[in-house]
């Protein structure tokens, strides 16, 4: 029988903590894209952050909702059907209606506004309403407030964020666009386009990558995807934009993953970007992540792990050309030249000389040989030892101190340091 003494109670907290899921705030735009793109069946969306406003708009022009769509809308954690869109038949998975919370990582207070055929209605979500009227009893009474407003001349919705926790910058929001949402660059599902403060994002961006398909045949389904390694000159320092992004239905649940190369690769990993998708993967209700105990996870990382270890990880060995080598040892060159000018030009106890070390190699007497033979042989057998990319060594003598600093040339970035002797003279 029902004990009528006890009740399940859900507190007002698991709204916010769900709506925090996302560190990144980029990613909350990735969402935003990857679902207009799945449920609204859009065919454009424009994203706007300006530079000093204190208010950030996502249009979308799709589908729109009507009143059903909007009570739907705003229903979490009922678990939808999987299928395909209505017109341009586009893969839909199961949800919860999780992400749609993931404004609280952006702002404290939403806007929502949805357009379909006559119907036009906007509302706002604050946190204070949540705190407000948030009944852990009758959960009806946790009401949005509703606004007038004129309504949009198109199917489609907008969206207005302000009280602003976090501000993206336009440039990560690109950057997160092209590497984890590729919904972009699938063809054969309709029109789709994004654009961000007015320019379009275009999967053509990361032309002068190395491009590697995956597509691994598994005992529960395929796996299939893209990983790029991005040339030197458009990657940022450190790897926090790096790694693969896993999906399932082509949406997001997990970014940043290096399948082991992380493990015996220090230099490039900051190149690797890319996706791959598996529809097999048992997700977690969150829809951030998977099931790693489950045995589709196991045999999904085995996959990756192979992969990456028997392409990834040679084409990035080979992608380091003589080219880039050779640009990477002139610029640190560079580096090391303009550093002993700057030395000279700024430290006063600088002495007017600057000491290039050479040393002179001892030749040995060899019976039967004259000593410009015995250098030539020297000479030659120099040349043909494979040397190491060793560092730069620059050495200034002041007047009673010796000061250096070394640029090295190894790997995808120079690397500097400057040595001082114990009055810590730099």
């Not at 880039?324 to 106890?349: D, G, M, T, W």
Request: proline content about 4%; hydrophobic content about 35%; charged content about 30%.
């Amino acid at each position: 029988m029902v004990d009528e003494e006890l009740r399940v109670y859900t507190h007002k907290s698991i709204i916010k903590t769900l709506g925090r899921q996302y560190a990144d705030a980029a990613q909350f735009f990735v969402e935003l894209v990857v679902n207009s793109w799945m449920w609204g069946e859009s065919t454009k969306v424009e994203i706007r952050i300006p530079e000093n406003g204190s208010t950030i708009e996502y249009e979308e022009w799709g589908n729109g909702m009507d009143l059903a769509g909007l009570r739907e809308f705003l229903t979490k954690g009922k678990l939808t059907d999987e299928g395909f869109s209505p017109k341009y038949k586009r893969p839909i998975r199961e949800s919860y209606g999780m992400g749609s919370l993931a404004w609280l990582t952006v702002g404290k207070e939403l806007e929502l506004q949805v357009h379909r055929g006559r119907f036009d209605r906007t509302i706002t979500l604050t946190e204070n309403l949540i705190d407000k009227h948030w009944d852990a009893i009758d959960q009806s009474t946790w009401r949005p407030l509703r606004l007038v407003q004129a309504p949009l001349d198109h199917d489609g919705l907008r969206i207005r964020i302000r009280s602003l926790i976090k501000k993206p910058d336009p440039a990560d929001v690109r950057r997160a666009l092209l590497a984890r949402a590729n919904v972009l660059a699938l063809r054969g599902y309709g029109p789709f386009e994004v654009s961000v403060n007015g320019e379009q994002v275009k999967p053509e961006e990361l032309r002068g990558s190395t491009l590697l398909p995956v597509n691994i045949a598994t005992e529960y389904g395929r796996i299939t995807g893209e990983i790029m390694i991005m040339p030197i000159s458009k990657v940022r320092a450190g790897i926090s934009e790096a790694g693969i992004s896993v999906q399932q239905k082509h949406i997001t649940c997990l970014q940043h993953q290096f399948f082991g190369l992380d493990q015996y690769r220090t230099h490039g990993l900051s190149r690797i970007q890319g996706w791959v998708n598996a529809d097999f993967l048992r997700r977690l209700p969150g829809g951030n992540d998977f099931e790693h105990d489950s045995p589709q996870w196991r045999v999904f990382e085995k996959a990756l792990r192979g992969f990456v270890r028997n392409k990834v990880y040679k084409s990035l060995r080979q992608s380091a050309s003589r080219r880039e080598l050779r640009s990477i040892q002139y610029l640190n060159h560079e580096i090391a030249e303009r550093l002993r000018r700057s030395f000279k030009r700024n430290i006063q106890i600088l002495s007017k000389a600057v000491v290039k070390a050479k040393t002179v190699p001892k030749i040995n007497a060899v019976p039967g040989k004259t000593r410009k033979e015995i250098v030539l042989g020297e000479r030659k057998r120099r040349r043909g030892k494979k040397r190491g990319r060793e560092a730069t060594r620059s050495v200034i003598h002041l007047k009673d101190q010796i000061l250096a600093f070394d640029v090295a040339h190894g790997g995808d970035r120079g690397q500097a340091y400057v040595e001082t002797d114990k009055s810590g003279v730099r």
